[in-house]
């Protein structure tokens, strides 16, 4: 079965502390994994998009990772903002778009 | 400004009633989705549509029905045959080209009365 789990399930940091936020894929077949920003009570975001050959990809204070091998990405976050409390969610497409696998996301929480 | 507009933000059903969810977008996209999304899980596919006048089940399309009648405008009918109808309801838009992304609207709370 196609899943995607997301850990932690929630975090709280202190601004201007970094953190790392991991997402683990079992998707058959694989297209691309993309990471999406939702502020509560509002729709998703993109931050970034990730094939199957890219290892890394930074969208400013956001740095995006993919190990296909391992099939494991994570997104870590530099120097937060208390704008970044949110819920980041990791979602893999497997073929078509309407075979969008979604992480249920990690609610982080960057206290002043 | 262009993008996804849902309404209302917020809905209430009584016991048998049908409610609609609106969803409009000016982004000219030929794709639209209606997912569900519930506390601690993923976001769940109920119905898509490629093109006007066309629009298939998604994972979850029980209970549920949908039109296409014009390119910018998705309504999404929760019926009275939807026992579960509390969720956050998200309608997306999908830009086609190269690395293809979702837009989102600001979705509906649906809650049971």
């Known amino acids: 079965k196609n899943q995607v789990e997301q850990s932690p399930q929630s975090l709280i940091i202190l601004e201007g502390k970094n953190c790392t936020l991991q997402?683990?894929?079992?998707?058959?077949?694989?297209?691309?994994l993309r990471w999406y920003k939702q502020d509560t009570g509002r729709g998703p975001v993109s931050l970034t998009i990730?094939?199957?050959?890219?290892n890394t990809k930074s969208n400013g204070r956001y740095t995006a990772t993919l190990d296909a091998d391992t099939k494991q990405s994570s997104l870590h976050i530099t120097a937060s903002q208390l704008s970044d409390s949110a819920s980041y969610i990791c979602?893999?497409?497997?073929?078509?778009?309407?075979?969008?696998?979604f992480g249920a996301g990690t609610r982080l929480a960057v206290h002043p | 400004d262009g993008g996804i507009t849902q309404s209302p933000k917020y809905l209430f059903r009584k016991e048998g009633q049908n409610v609609t969810l609106s969803c409009e977008q000016n982004?000219?996209?030929?794709?639209m989705y209606w997912y569900r999304q519930d506390p601690g899980q993923g976001l769940r596919l109920i119905y898509y549509?490629?093109?006007?006048?066309?629009?298939q089940k998604g994972d979850i399309a029980e209970g549920y029905s949908v039109s296409r009648e014009k390119k910018e405008s998705f309504p999404l009918t929760v019926t009275s045959a939807q026992k579960n109808p509390t969720a956050f309801y998200l309608c997306?838009?999908?830009?086609?080209?190269?690395?293809?992304?979702?837009?989102f609207g600001s979705g509906t709370q649906l809650s049971v009365l």
């Open positions: 997306a838009s999908r830009e086609t080209g190269k690395n293809e992304k979702l837009f």
């Open positions: 997402c683990n894929y079992t998707v058959s077949p694989f297209s691309n």
């Open positions: 990730m094939t199957f050959s890219e």
């Open positions: 979602v893999v497409r497997s073929g078509g778009y309407n075979k969008l696998i």
């Open positions: 982004l000219n996209h030929d794709a």
């Open positions: 549509s490629q093109i006007v006048n066309d629009f």
